[in-house]
């Protein structure tokens, strides 16, 4: 995607839930987004950051491992 490319170009992390959002929403994506706007509502933000969470937790711990090398 045209946001990795970008990301890695300038070294920083990324990671894209967007897969595991459509397998979760399934057929039922207007429960996960705003309307006629197409950004996550309440609900689909919280499938953003029970996805990406365990991304962040191992790019925190790799900057600690890192940071006392």
Not at 2 to 5: I, P, S, T, V
Not at 14 to 23: G, L, V, Y
Not at 28 to 56: C, M, V, W
């Given at each position: 995607s045209?946001?990795?490319?970008f990301?890695?170009?300038?070294?920083?992390?990324?990671?894209?839930?967007?897969?595991?959002?459509?397998?979760?929403m399934?057929?039922?994506?207007?429960?996960?987004?705003?309307?006629?706007?197409?950004?996550?509502?309440?609900?689909?933000?919280?499938?953003?950051?029970?996805?990406?969470?365990?991304?962040?937790?191992?790019?925190?711990?790799?900057?600690?491992?890192?940071?006392?090398?």
């Open positions: 045209g946001a990795r490319a990301f890695e170009e300038l070294n920083v992390p990324f990671f894209d839930p967007s897969a595991h959002m459509r397998k979760i399934g057929e039922h994506r207007s429960e996960y987004i705003l309307e006629d706007d197409g950004h996550p509502n309440e609900k689909g933000a919280a499938i953003i950051a029970e996805q990406i969470t365990p991304f962040l937790v191992e790019q925190v711990d790799e900057m600690l491992r890192n940071k006392s090398e």
